[in-house]
């Protein structure tokens, strides 16, 4: 409840009644004193029943008063209708996991190991860093991981906090047939996944007009397309059928060989660009695993939905009840006055 007073100041006019109650006790006295030379014989005298209850009427009085005074400064209850509304936003965030991203590079100032680095970063476009990646609340967020095969690691959740913790859980195969690179196949898997819960959505709503206001795919790789049944080619045209835009972060250098030189699964930058143009993502190729922050600080803002906020306040009147209880209390506080106190009117 969010009370307020319309006219708080009228409060400042209670400073009179302590005055009023000064002036009230020296005119009863006056007006009901007892003159004797011997205390003794007032002590007997004792008090009328009048007597005794003279103070009834003056409380009855301040109360009607306070209350009027309540009553005045029109107590009120400050209603807020906000009406907002966010359309849906669904990527899938598909993680590398292939015998390559174990190689070590550079990551803030020490070596570590570019699936480690990957982790990081992705959990950050999860939740925020307080900095450029301001977390995704609201969204529906999954995890996919391949390498020779795509599996899902998370499906679309809300629950950001238990997608954090499957990132964290990320770890390379261990069998070396599981860790050649099948890029098709996981993006057909991510694919398929954004589409069964738009439909599963428009099923629950009863509307077979919902569509999800914006579905996406972030890839992040560091090689060529060597195993899965699907091409990327094929894939992006599906994910383009179903309006799904796919981003793609390619991490440049392949792994280096035995002799120290890079070679094996090098990012094709070409093929990769045209995939993720054909559904109307992009492309980016970074040489330092700290730039990942900022690529994906940029996917961050090329996928945010405004908020649309109706805001009115209205307010409803609190200060019946005082009015009533003032004009009450006040008839109370005069009847004992004039019964009470001995008074004629």
């Known amino acids: ?54 103070w009834v009427a003056p409380l009855l009085l301040s109360i009607g008063f306070v209350a009027g005074l309540g009553a005045l400064a029109r107590p009120r209850e400050a209603i807020t209708d906000s009406k907002s509304q966010q359309e849906a936003i669904a990527i899938q965030l598909v993680v590398d996991r292939s015998g390559s991203m174990a190689e070590q590079s550079q990551f803030e100032g020490g070596r ?12 950050q476009f999860v939740l925020g860093d307080g900095d450029k990646l301001k977390g995704r609340p609201g969204d529906l967020l999954g995890l996919i991981v391949f390498g020779t095969y795509a599996d899902t690691m998370m499906p679309l959740t809300q629950s950001h906090e238990v997608l954090a913790d499957a990132i964290r859980r990320i770890e390379l195969p261990r069998a070396e047939s ?66 799904i835009k796919i981003y793609i972060i390619g991490i440049r250098g392949g792994a ?43 996917i961050d803002e090329l996928e945010r939905t405004e908020v649309l906020v109706s805001e009115t306040t209205r307010f409803e009147e609190l200060y019946q009840p005082l009015a009533i209880a003032c004009f009450g209390f006040l008839a109370m506080g005069y009847l004992c006055r004039f019964t009470l106190g001995g008074e004629a009117a």
Not at 38 to 48: E, F, L, M, Q, Y
Not at 262 to 284: D, K, L, P
């Open 256 to 298: 280096r060989t035995a002799f120290g030189f890079r070679g094996g699964q090098e990012v094709n930058e070409g093929r990769m660009s045209s995939v993720a143009e054909r559904t109307g993502g992009a492309f980016w190729g970074v040489d330092s695993l700290d730039d990942l922050p900022e690529v994906y600080a940029t």
């Open 112 to 123: 570590t190991t570019r699936i480690e680095a990957v982790k990081k970063v992705v959990e």
């Open 1 to 54: 409840m969010n009370a307020e007073f319309a006219y708080p100041w009228v409060f400042w006019i209670g400073l009179v009644l302590p005055i009023i109650w000064a002036i009230s006790i020296v005119s009863d006295r006056r007006r009901h004193g007892m003159e004797s030379s011997v205390p003794s014989r007032i002590a007997a005298a004792g008090g009328s029943m009048r007597t005794k209850v003279r």
């Open 178 to 243: 599981e860790r050649s690179t099948a890029i098709g196949d996981a993006l057909v898997l991510a694919s398929a996944r954004l589409k069964a819960s738009e439909d599963s959505m428009k099923q629950d709503l009863e509307n077979p007009d919902f569509e999800i206001k914006s579905k996406a795919i972030i890839l992040l790789t560091d090689g060529e397309n060597r195993e899965g049944v699907y091409s990327p080619n094929q894939a992006a045209q599906l994910a383009a059928d179903w309006g």
